[in-house]
Structure formats: C-alpha cells, structure tokens
C-alpha cells in the first residue's frame, strides 16, 4: 500500500496563476482532508470530503476549490493564487466516523507563490 | 470560535528527564489527538483519546484526557534525542471529523 500520496511535492506559482493539487489514497477510505500548514500556527483545515462526490468547508476555505469525484482521489485547486496562500499544503484520509476519527497523513506539497 | 493551545510551544530538554505537554480546547469534546511531525516529514498519529479519563501510553510518551477541564497533557518520561519532534494535539470539534490543530510544541532532547 502506498498510504497517501500528493503530487506535485514542490511548486512555485506567479500570482493570478492557477493550479490543482492531487491527492490519492488505497486504504478505500471514505474521508478526505485538505490542511494547510503555516509555521507557527499548526495545521488548518481548508475543506474536506466525507464520502465520493460531497465536499465541506472547513477553518479556511477562501480561495480554495475543492472536488471528490472519485473515492480515492481529492483534489484541491487555486484558481487565483495570492502570495498569502504560500505553505505547505497536507492531504489526509480516514476510515469512517465509526473508525474515531485517526486520520493518516501525506508527505506534503510545498507551495511557493511569487 | 473553538481555540486549541498548547504550551509550551519550545521546549528544551535534557535526556532523562520528565516533562509534560499540555493541550487545553474551548469546547465540549471529547474526542483528542496527538501527532508527531519529524522537521520536513509529514504527521505521524501517535494517540487517540476518546472519552475522560482515557490514559494511553507507548514507549515513553503517556496521554491523557480531561474532558471537564477541556484539558489533555502528553507525559515525557526520561527523554531520549529520538523523541526530538514537533507534537500536536487536535480536537475533533463536533465529533465529524473536523479537526482543529494546535499551534505545536517543537521539543529538543539535548545528549
């Protein structure tokens, strides 16, 4: 099993450009997670998705879009990206609700924007 | 607004020694979670708190939960330079998944 993965891993954008991060699981979990990781400030859930085809806000979904089309795959896009969106960007999964919530984490998209 | 604080946020340590990571929340919960993050790796689950009272231990990290005080504290016990990390604990704000993180505490175990 290769858990979660995340593509790109790295990436610099210029302001106003678009992009779509992509991230994948094979553990056939129904949750799905966009986090980003600022320093100082912890982890912040940016949108997440609790089956194939639903989506939810989370702390801060502004400028952020989101899409589950599939079950294993979730995908977050910038249609505008702003300096102030520069971090470091995680995918998570989880099992169920019934499965309490442990969520199991990718390696990590680092997002630069000029 | 959920709030999750941790203190303190650095933290130096000798090896042996004992010290204790505390993760307070502002709401009713009682679902907690502590994750370790190597520097530039991802985060790795290190314990699951479900109810008060619940106490989980593994190696030399011990966790456990309060829900009355909104209260969760990580014991070290005789630190060693592998357990250097960034800890975080997270609170699951409505009991559906959608987690709040706090802030960490980025520990050095110095030989």
């Known amino acids: 099993n290769a858990g979660v993965t995340q593509t790109p891993k790295f990436r610099v954008l210029k302001t106003g450009q678009s992009m779509t991060l992509l991230c994948a699981q094979d553990?056939?979990?129904?949750?799905m997670y966009w986090y980003r990781q600022d320093p100082g400030m912890g982890l912040r859930l940016i949108h997440y998705?609790?089956?194939?085809?639903?989506?939810a806000k989370g702390e801060v979904p502004d400028g952020y879009n989101v899409s589950r089309l599939k079950k294993q795959n979730f995908l977050l896009g910038l249609e505008s990206a702003a300096p102030s969106q520069t971090s470091v960007y995680f995918c998570?999964?989880?099992?169920?609700?019934?499965?309490?919530?442990?969520?199991?984490f990718g390696p990590g998209t680092r997002l630069t924007v000029t | 607004e959920l709030k999750v604080e941790q203190n303190p946020l650095f933290l130096s340590m000798q090896e042996g020694k004992n010290y204790t990571i505390y993760c307070n929340y502002s709401?009713?919960?009682?679902?907690l979670y502590w994750y370790r993050q190597d520097p530039g790796k991802s985060l790795e689950s290190l314990f699951v708190?479900?109810?008060?009272?619940a106490v989980k231990q593994e190696g030399r990290l011990m966790a456990s939960l309060d829900t009355k005080a909104r209260l969760s504290t990580l014991h070290i016990t005789a630190a060693v330079h592998d357990l250097s990390a960034t800890y975080f604990c997270?609170?699951?704000?409505?009991?559906?998944?959608?987690?709040?993180f706090g802030a960490g505490t980025r520990l050095t175990v110095k030989p």
């Open positions: 998705s609790v089956g194939e085809g639903t989506t």
């Open positions: 709401t009713t919960s009682d679902r």
């Open positions: 998570a999964s989880s099992p169920t609700l019934a499965s309490l919530g442990e969520q199991y």
């Open positions: 708190l479900l109810s008060n009272g």
């Open positions: 997270a609170v699951d704000k409505y009991n559906n998944n959608d987690m709040r």
């Open positions: 553990m056939n979990h129904e949750y």
